[in-house]
């Protein structure tokens, strides 16, 4: 792809762009959740010509995720509550990590724990394997430690999970923030104080559908998260938000479909 319009420091010619200390060779990225570990995708598409790639979500030990339904259709976007599920740390680093490390494109670890020590030991098993370029601290899980509520409910925890996983990473640490917070530049500036190098903005939008057939939630899980193109002008506000608090860099995503969306 090339830019019509390029933005500025940016030739058609060339697509480069740095996150931090971290050179991509192209703004586009693979969200985490949306293109599983990345591999499973290359009989599709040529992962080379990515930027990057953010890989779904790790935890210390698997998960086996969320009872179907799992996804449902929105109007200009779907739901999903896939419910983090994931073969676990270790096989990652065993099984999909080698055939990543085949392409030139940045894999970007996406870590979580439902504890300060659970995000701090993934690391800690990350750190030891070559092929990753950086990781991304998804804040929006349950911390058991506080009754059960999200390391991105306040800036506080916001900001011991990103200082505790900052003790432990050597690589670059980006931090993806939750949309449904009050001010999400509170969020941005605790994550930046506590060392985080790039701020992701931002994860899905929580969200209800029902089945009328059934008169019961259309998914699994309840609730699930919204993204989809829908959402962009929203995220894009937060973007916004966020840059005017820090100075470290901020990777948008949420509905991005076409080059204009890219450049704004």
């Given at each position: 792809m090339s830019f019509s319009n390029p933005p500025k420091?940016?030739?058609?010619?060339?697509?480069?762009?740095?996150?931090?200390?971290?050179e991509l060779a192209n703004p586009i990225l693979a969200a985490s959740g949306t293109f599983g570990y990345g591999?499973?995708?290359?009989?599709?598409?040529?992962?080379?010509?990515?930027g990057g790639i953010v890989t779904k979500g790790l935890s210390l030990e698997p998960i086996a995720g969320a009872p179907p339904p799992r996804l449902v259709p929105t109007p200009s976007g779907?739901?999903?509550a896939v419910g983090l599920q994931n073969m676990g740390v270790r096989a990652f680093v065993e099984e999909k990590l080698p055939q990543l490390?085949?392409?030139?494109?940045?894999?970007?670890?996406?870590?979580?724990?439902?504890?300060?020590?659970?995000?701090?030991?993934?690391?800690?098993?990350?750190?030891?394997?070559?092929?990753?370029?950086?990781?991304?601290?998804?804040?929006?899980?349950?911390?058991?430690?506080?009754?059960?509520?999200?390391?991105?409910?306040?800036?506080?925890?916001?900001?011991?999970?990103?200082?505790a996983a900052r003790q432990v990473a050597k690589r670059p640490l980006w931090v993806k923030l939750s949309p449904w917070v009050g001010r999400i530049?509170?969020?941005?500036?605790?994550?930046?104080?506590?060392?985080?190098?790039?701020?992701?903005?931002?994860?899905?939008?929580?969200a209800l559908a029902f089945d009328l057939a059934t008169g019961k939630p259309a998914l699994g899980n309840v609730t699930g998260g919204l993204s989809g193109p829908a959402i962009?002008?929203?995220?894009?506000?937060?973007?916004w938000e966020a840059h005017q608090a820090v100075e470290i860099p901020i990777v948008g995503l949420g509905g991005v479909e076409t080059t204009d969306d890219v450049i704004e």
């Open positions: 420091g940016l030739s058609s010619g060339d697509l480069r762009v740095r996150v931090g200390s971290l591999v499973e995708f290359a009989h599709l598409a040529d992962l080379n010509r990515l779907m739901m999903n490390r085949q392409y030139r494109t940045a894999i970007v670890a996406n870590v979580f724990g439902r504890a300060i020590g659970e995000y701090q030991e993934v690391i800690r098993i990350l750190e030891d394997a070559p092929g990753i370029a950086a990781y991304e601290l998804n804040i929006s899980c349950p911390n058991v430690e506080k009754g059960g509520s999200e390391f991105s409910c306040s800036p506080e925890t916001t900001a011991a999970a990103v200082s530049a509170e969020f941005a500036r605790a994550a930046e104080s506590a060392g985080a190098d790039a701020l992701t903005v931002a994860n899905t939008y929580p962009r002008p929203i995220t894009v506000r937060l973007v």
